[in-house]
């Protein structure tokens, strides 16, 4: 994490608020995360699971967030992750960059955000994709010796 956070710096990329999913589950933040959807009445019981009404914000269903043997989905950390930056920090746009393969998340993502009572589009989300590097027709490929210069 500390040469990550050095590469940021080198980019000029400021960080503001970093937060840990480690630390969500020994704090519980999930857990407070799904009382407050239940409490609002936005998660609900069926089959053994607990689902999310994201289809109040446009999503073609509604989402489990925990599975029926008690095990979290993969957006659930995601959502409670969110969660804990919006409400530490008071930001006007908060920036992810995803890969392609999440690209049906967005939606539900910013559904489950809207539901938590945060505002609907505080959540940015660009997609990226991994590329594929051709010079003279043929694939090149980079050196890992190589410094990428950004202006």
């Not at 993969?74 to 008071?90: E, Q, W």
């Not at 690209?103 to 505002?119: C, E, P, Q, T, V």
């Not at 994709?129 to 202006?151: I, N």
């Amino acid at each position: 994490m500390k040469e990550i956070k050095q590469q940021l710096i080198d980019l000029g990329v400021q960080i503001d608020l970093y937060t840990s999913e480690a630390e969500m589950y020994s704090n519980h933040a999930i857990e407070d995360m799904l009382a407050i959807y239940k409490k609002l009445g936005k998660a609900y019981d069926k089959d053994g699971a607990i689902w999310l009404k994201t289809t109040e914000f446009g999503d073609d269903k509604d989402r489990v967030l925990v599975k029926s043997n008690g095990d979290f989905t993969y957006i659930t950390p995601d959502l409670a992750c969110h969660n804990i930056r919006f409400n530490r920090s008071k930001s006007d746009k908060y920036i992810n960059f995803w890969g392609g393969d999440h690209h049906g998340y967005i939606i539900r993502m910013n559904a489950g955000l809207a539901l938590l009572g945060h505002k609907l589009g505080l959540l940015d989300i660009d997609m990226i994709q991994m590329v594929r590097l051709m010079k003279d027709g043929q694939e090149y490929k980079m050196s890992k010796e190589k410094e990428l210069l950004f202006d």
